[in-house]
């Protein structure tokens, strides 16, 4: 039982760490996005 609890443990916490992941990259995206829209308008 307390192997399976362990397991859980760690599994929990790489869900978690991996959310916090995509959620970082989905701001870098969006961050260079616009800049790349702003580049666009100052160009005009």
Avoid: H, P, Q
Avoid at 10 to 30: K, P
């Amino acid at each position: 039982m307390r192997k399976l609890f362990g397991i859980a443990v760690v599994a929990g916490a790489l869900l978690v760490s991996a959310c916090n992941t995509v959620e970082g990259v989905g701001r870098d995206v969006s961050s260079a996005g616009n800049t790349v829209a702003k580049t666009a308008d100052d160009a005009k």
